[in-house]
């Protein structure tokens, strides 16, 4: 067998609560490497002074990182951007590309506002808590905290009208292994209702 480069997926057989080995998963372990995490987020912003202080001064992400440049290095396109990077405290970023213009990102038009979001990490119930009270001092509105049993956490809008959340891991002991071990049906049984959803969709 084909040598696995070092840190590719691996399926431990014997896994406590893991559901029984896919093809997928076969293919997973002999064949693709690991890819470990986020690297960089990257949205577009209304401004750039506006981002930094909201995700500087508010939220408490350092600046690390601004280019500037008058074209785009990936497709060649020539417009004047500033691209600038907050960082987490795991290394991972969130980035901003800043064209010449004041235009708010428009959000997707065919997607509740509640979908698209990401969720930044912190370690306790407290700090959410604090985050909560800091936004709302700085007049940003804020939903929840929401305690959705394996993860407690608020919402709100960064000045882009990208949705935020805040969260802190909850869950008991096994949780996430059930999850895991359950997720696979899940996922086919709710494609079988969107399917019949649709259905009654057209059908009526
Ligand atoms: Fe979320």
Redesign the pocket.
Known sequence: MEKRPPGSYVIRKGDPGRAPRTAREDILVDTIPALNGLYHFAYPCRDADETRHFYEDILGLPLVNCMTSEKVPSTGEETPYAHFFFEFGDGSYVAFFDLPDYEKPAPSPNTPAWVQ?F?IETASKENVEFMRQRLIDNGVEVLGPVDHGFVY?IYFFDPNGLRL?I?TRTEGPGVLAKARAEAPGQLEEWSRRKAAFIDEQAGS
């Open positions: 979001h969720a956490s959340e969260a």
